[in-house]
């Protein structure tokens, strides 16, 4: 009896890291198309571009993602209506994206966009982005692991959120709190 229970215990563990596993993945799935490469500038001379509607001044930044993240769209349109010129980019690995430009291990989410010369990780809110480049410090970027409800892209229809911490990343890959919602 006391074997069963534990071969039940394991399968139940077992379906339980499956099912976790899907849900983080499902903004991974393959793209229809794959492009990779990585735009870099530093933050006080990041380029604008004029808006035709606004006639402000955009940031551009460039957005790996999968080409079947709802979620991800709706933070790219965050962006966008925050003005920012986004470049939304469908991408095979993501991985290697976060690898690349030093996301640390464990604060990953579902997409990873490059903007003046930083990083940002996850449904970080454009206020937060736009402080960063605005302050301009000696880092790799922001990361807001996980998708928290209530983040940008990651809404609820009944309006509720999560408390959730936006952290700076250092150039050693340490990271420290920036930013609290």
């Known amino acids: 009896m006391r074997i069963e229970m534990h071969h039940v215990q394991l399968k139940t563990m077992a379906l339980a890291v499956a099912l976790a596993a899907t849900a983080l993945s499902a903004c991974a799935r393959p793209p229809e198309t794959g492009s990779s490469q990585v ?26 993602k999968s080409a079947y993240c709802g979620c991800c769209e709706a933070w790219v349109d965050h962006m966008r209506k925050a003005g920012f010129a986004v470049e939304a980019r469908n ?5 290697a994206i976060k690898q690349e430009v030093g996301v640390p291990f464990g604060k990953g989410s579902c ?19 736009r402080r960063l480049l605005a302050e301009n410090p000696d ?13 940008p892209g ?8 999560d408390a959730y911490t936006v952290e700076l990343v250092a150039i050693d890959g340490s990271t420290t709190p920036f930013a609290q919602h």
């Open 111 to 129: 997409h990873t966009a490059q903007v003046g010369g930083y990083f940002i990780e996850g449904h970080v809110p454009a206020a937060d982005v």
């Open 154 to 161: 990651m809404e609820s229809p009944d309006g509720t959120s």
């Open 39 to 64: 735009v870099a500038t530093s933050g006080a001379d990041t380029p604008t571009t004029d808006s035709p509607a606004t006639g402000t001044k955009m940031v551009p930044m460039v957005v790996h």
């Open 139 to 151: 880092a790799k970027g922001l990361v807001l692991p996980g998708m928290p409800k209530g983040s």
């Open 91 to 95: 991408v095979d690995n993501i991985n």
